[in-house]
């Protein structure tokens, strides 16, 4: 059995991420998701029905509360999640101050003891909201810093590969390769704002909109006017 790990938090992104590395040969998956004080958490329960669709053997759920600290309008109950502009240069209040580096660093001590050489993330820096923990360069510096402090790397001298499928690849691509998966995007859940149904004007629903709509393929989650 070929093991991995997927970091999946029930968007759209690391959805389609493991369900890339069940294509990649990888069938004893392994999956990994944060409650880490966000107001989205709506997207917990998408995870644990995603990770049930694709036939996870084990789903771990751990508690990081980032909310604990001010200045993410994400977690911070003080701030309000704005409205959305994807043409924006600079890094949104919606930046979770090191998620990433956060996460792949818990991951990391999760694969080290299962012995999994293999994790998954679905970050990209082509069509991303300005996130610094989500480009080429930061993923394989932690990479670097991850096998230098797991015994699975440093011991073992099994290298342990940060898989980011999507790094150079625009959403609608993404969006494209996921519906040839068999991704049930209807399972998703992307909204920053976390509401009955997705709000349409956050930074997370304005990507999501122009991936859809640029891979020509309609989304199960649309709102109808």
Same mark, same amino acid.
């Given at each position: 059995?070929?093991?991995?790990?997927?970091?999946?938090?029930?968007?759209?992104?690391?959805?389609?991420?493991?369900?890339?590395?069940?294509?990649?040969?990888?069938?004893?998956?392994?999956?990994?998701?944060?409650?880490?004080?966000?107001?989205?958490?709506?997207?917990?329960?998408?995870?644990?029905?995603?990770?049930?669709?694709?036939?996870?053997?084990?789903?771990?759920?751990?508690?990081?509360?980032?909310?604990?600290?001010?200045?993410?309008?994400?977690?911070?109950?003080?701030?309000?999640?704005?409205?959305?502009?994807?043409?924006?240069? %600079?890094?949104?209040?919606?930046?979770?101050?090191?998620?990433?580096?956060?996460?792949?660093?818990?991951?990391?001590?999760?694969?080290?003891?299962?012995?999994?050489?293999?994790?998954?993330?679905?970050?990209?820096?082509?069509?991303?909201?300005?996130?610094?923990?989500?480009?080429?360069?930061?993923?394989?510096?932690?990479?670097? %810093?991850?096998?230098?402090?797991?015994?699975?790397?440093?011991?073992?001298?099994?290298?342990? %590969?940060?898989?980011?499928?999507?790094?150079?690849?625009?959403?609608?691509?993404?969006?494209?390769?996921?519906?040839?998966?068999?991704?049930?995007?209807?399972?998703?859940? %992307?909204?920053?704002?976390?509401?009955?149904?997705?709000?349409?004007?956050?930074?997370?629903?304005?990507?999501?909109?122009?991936?859809?709509?640029?891979?020509?393929?309609?989304?199960?989650?649309?709102?109808?006017?």
């Amino acid at each position: 059995m070929k093991k991995a790990l997927v970091l999946l938090s029930g968007g759209l992104d690391s959805s389609t991420a493991l369900y890339v590395a069940k294509e990649q040969g990888f069938d004893e998956l392994y999956a990994i998701t944060f409650e880490y004080g966000q107001k989205h958490d709506k997207e917990i329960e998408a995870s644990k029905a995603m990770a049930k669709a694709a036939g996870v053997k084990e789903h771990k759920f751990v508690q990081l509360m980032l909310n604990q600290w001010d200045g993410c309008s994400l977690t911070d109950e003080k701030m309000d999640i704005g409205d959305g502009n994807i043409n924006r240069t %600079t890094i949104p209040d919606t930046y979770v101050p090191a998620r990433n580096m956060v996460f792949l660093s818990v991951a990391a001590s999760y694969a080290d003891a299962l012995d999994i050489a293999d994790i998954f993330i679905g970050v990209s820096e082509v069509d991303y909201s300005g996130y610094v923990d989500c480009r080429e360069e930061f993923i394989r510096s932690m990479e670097q %810093t991850i096998n230098l402090g797991t015994v699975l790397g440093a011991e073992k001298k099994q290298k342990i %590969t940060l898989h980011a499928p999507f790094m150079h690849m625009t959403k609608a691509d993404e969006v494209r390769w996921g519906t040839r998966l068999g991704v049930d995007y209807g399972l998703t859940w %992307t909204c920053y704002r976390g509401g009955e149904k997705p709000c349409g004007k956050c930074d997370s629903c304005l990507l999501r909109a122009k991936a859809f709509e640029e891979a020509g393929i309609k989304d199960p989650l649309t709102i109808e006017n």
